[in-house]
């Protein structure tokens, strides 16, 4: 497959090498570009690709994990490099450049494909930016201005680069020029002209003072750097008379010494010139000796002040966070180790407060990464303002932040501080005219009594910042070390739940739905449980915080949706009418992609129809970054027949919104609000607010955890379409339902939901 070449091959090439990049490894930042691409664009692939003579180089892959690069041949970006608008190929299978490419025939197989062209100077396209995924699709509209922006940025970080080798260059360049006239000014120390062109250059200037005569004379470079015409005659009071009083004592005192051992020095010194400018100069003597007598000094004045200026903007840049301008967490790692160890000596204790930013993914999501960059610049702002000018507040990166008390007095001052902080960042944040939140967790440590050294002390503040966001964020709490036990029994608990999984302990119990107007069975909710091999049958409330885990919440959820789809075909073969059976999906199995094929395949692998099977999601799943990807999927499942129920409806963030925007076919009411309704005049309020939503909506509506005749007439009364709960059955395993169902009495099941009461409201 033949490739083509850009008429200025060679000054393209040649561009591509100046950045001596094509060697190093893959970029942090460009894969951090390519891992947002992704997600904006809602895109399975994202690389940024440089386009050699007879390859490409990756220099950052995002979702095709472990290729480093592809040959020029086959390479998409080969076409993208020769113009420069960007490439778009809505189907390669019929692009006849594409059709027999490697990459679309076979793995990722490539069907969408839209390629930006990377430059640095007009016309030399050195590589691409590259979103692709393997089904045909057109760019959406906004695509073209979002890879825009993405390819902005990646020049941008190109740019730097060049940037900061170029400073680096330049100062080892001015180290470089400092040695080499060191050497030139002991061997040509009597020559009147000490290359005053090179002077010039690296600000630097030779001196040379005759003992015996006390005579000095200085090049035309110092005269520079003193802010004086050449010629003039200089005398070493007025050479002196530049350095204030301290610098000048330092100098005189190096001198002396080195008059009577007749060793050379070196020496940095503050300095004002003539204008009155403050300066940073370098000054280095050599001596002449006859036999043991010191006969001549000489050496050279260096103004060093942009290379020290310049040493101490990388040094600025590679220990601060750029957004915030905080110390990154290298630089608090060492101000950490400093603090403990001024601790030690002074019998004070010392406080590490890891600080989690609780909305701070909400306002990214739906206001975009401004208003979120406006809100980390606010709360290092809040946060820098709580503590003492002895303490450090550091970003560790994303939202989180850390603070270092240096000097406590007492091990409760950092829970005061504390305290502090969070009334500081729950006042309303306004960014173009929306308030927004800024609450955010705090977890607590003191030194010495949570720990000794730094890496204990981060560790055990980040069990405690866990405990806090557990526990309903927006709160404080000082680590325990009880806390540490917790975290090994959840750390624990995965590992059993995987080996659990991978013995295949877990399977779904079924709980019936009954309709309150017939009795009939309407349906099942599948409920995953736990058959431990010491503790018995287990439910949700024992293993249910491994679903924080997304890998394990996708393993569950895989289980859940195989073992059900089996039993229903089992079900289906011994002529059982079931109805259909729901299952709950968390937003990981959103996240992972192709959700509605993987359910719609699971069905037809057992010749089900779509419209036996009903997930039931929570009103997170709404929220966050893969809304359009949830929108999609339920949008898919819907039209297919599956029906879409949306759990817990209540107790979540969800806007009533989301019951338009959405296809729901029924809304379920939370047990929280059933379990009172016979005595609670808000909960009873509740329920029929929803039930009459529902009706309004022409939406469907299920009660859960109905226990008792009284509840289920009063939700019978009010409307409410179906229920489950105790009060029918518990759930029960695959092998119950078909008994379950043949030996169900309608009457009875009516009966049960018939009782008159009076309850509140």
Request: glycine residues 8%; aromatic residues 8%.
């Amino acid at each position: 497959m033949a490739f083509p070449v850009p008429e200025n091959e060679a000054e393209r090439l040649a561009e591509l090498h100046s950045l001596e990049i094509l060697n190093t490894g893959a970029s942090a930042a460009l894969h951090g570009i390519c891992e947002l691409a992704r997600r904006v664009l809602d895109v399975p692939f994202a690389c940024v690709g440089l386009v050699d003579r007879d390859r490409q180089w990756f220099k950052a892959v995002s979702g095709w994990e472990g290729v480093e690069g592809t040959s020029r041949e086959h390479s998409f970006s080969a076409w993208t490099i020769m113009a420069p608008q960007p490439l778009v190929v809505p189907d390669a299978t019929r692009d006849p450049r594409f059709a027999e490419n490697i990459y679309v025939t076979g793995d990722p197989h490539i069907r969408f494909y839209i390629g930006a062209p990377i430059a640095l100077q007009e016309g030399l396209n050195i590589g691409s930016l590259c979103i692709f995924g393997p089904e045909p699709r057109e760019p959406r509209p906004g695509d073209m201005e979002t890879i825009d922006h993405f390819v902005h940025i990646i020049v941008d970080q190109f740019r730097l680069h060049q940037a900061t080798r170029r400073a680096k260059r330049e100062i080892d360049h001015r180290r470089t020029s400092q040695s080499l006239l060191e050497m030139q000014s002991r061997e040509l120390w009597r020559r009147q002209t000490l290359l005053a062109q090179t002077e010039r250059l690296a600000r630097v200037g030779g001196w040379e003072f005759d003992i015996a005569t006390q005579r000095l004379n200085w090049s035309d470079g110092i005269y520079r750097i003193y802010g004086f015409p050449p010629g003039r005659a200089a005398t070493v009071e007025q050479s002196q008379s530049h350095f204030p009083t301290e610098a000048r004592h330092q100098f005189q005192r190096k001198f002396y010494a080195a008059l009577r051992s007749g060793e050379p020095f070196e020496v940095e010194l503050p300095f004002v010139n003539a204008q009155g400018q403050h300066r940073l100069v370098r000054k280095t003597c050599e001596l002449e000796m006859d036999g043991e007598k010191v006969v001549r000094a000489f050496g050279i004045l260096q103004d060093i002040t942009e290379q020290k200026e310049a040493e101490q903007r990388m040094w600025h840049m590679a220990n601060h966070d750029a957004l915030t301008d905080l110390p990154n967490r290298g630089l608090m790692r060492d101000k950490l180790e400093v603090a403990l160890r001024r601790a030690r000596r002074s019998g004070n204790h010392v406080g590490v407060l890891l600080v989690d930013l609780d909305q701070f993914k909400d306002v990214n999501d739906t206001l975009g990464h401004d208003a979120g960059d406006a809100l980390l610049v606010e709360a290092a702002r809040r946060l820098s303002a709580c503590v003492s000018d002895l303490d450090t507040v550091a970003r560790l990166g994303g939202d989180e932040f850390i603070v270092l008390l240096s000097a406590l007095e007492s091990p409760t001052d950092g829970m005061v501080a504390a305290q502090r902080i969070l009334s500081a960042l729950s006042l309303p944040f306004v960014y173009r005219r929306s308030s927004l939140s800024c609450r955010g967790s705090v977890g607590v440590t003191v030194a010495p009594d949570h720990g000794t050294d730094p890496s204990t002390l981060l560790k055990n503040a980040d069990i405690a910042l866990y405990r806090a966001k557990s526990a309903g964020r927006g709160i404080a709490v000082e680590y325990d070390p009880r806390m540490q036990q917790a975290t090994e029994n959840r750390i624990q608990l995965k590992a059993r739940v995987r080996l659990g999984l991978k013995n295949g302990e877990f399977m779904p119990y079924y709980q019936p739905k009954i309709s309150l107007t017939s009795g009939a069975i309407v349906g099942f909710e599948a409920l995953m449980r736990w058959r431990h091999p010491r503790k018995g049958l287990l439910g949700p409330s024992e293993f249910g915080q491994v679903f924080d885990d997304p890998h394990l919440s996708v393993e569950l959820g895989e289980r859940l949706l195989e073992l059900t789809t089996r039993d229903m075909a089992a079900w289906t073969a011994m002529g059982c009418d079931f109805c259909h059976v729901a299952i709950n999906v968390s937003s990981a199995e959103f996240a992972r992609g192709e959700l509605p094929e993987r359910i719609l395949a699971a069905l037809d692998a057992v010749r089900l129809p779509p419209e036996r099977m009903m997930i039931e999601v929570t009103e997170t799943v709404f929220l966050g970054r893969g809304t359009e990807t949830v929108r999609h999927s339920l949008q898919s499942l819907s039209q297919a027949g599956v029906g879409i129920a949306l759990d817990d409806f209540g107790t979540g963030y969800a806007s009533l919104t989301h019951l338009k925007q959405f296809p729901v076919d029924r809304i379920k009411i939370d047990r929280s609000f059933v379990h009172d309704i016979e005595h609670d005049v808000d909960d009873a309020a509740i329920v029929r607010a929803v039930i009459n939503l529902g009706q309004s909506l022409g939406i469907k509506t299920v009660a859960e955890g109905v226990e008792t005749r009284s509840q289920a007439a009063y939700l019978r009364s009010n409307g409410c379409d179906f229920a489950q709960g105790y009060l029918y059955s518990k759930a029960l395993p695959a092998s119950r339902v078909p008994i379950l169902l043949r030996g169900w009495s309608v009457d009875d099941a009516a009966y049960r939901s018939s009782e008159p009461l009076d309850v509140a409201g």
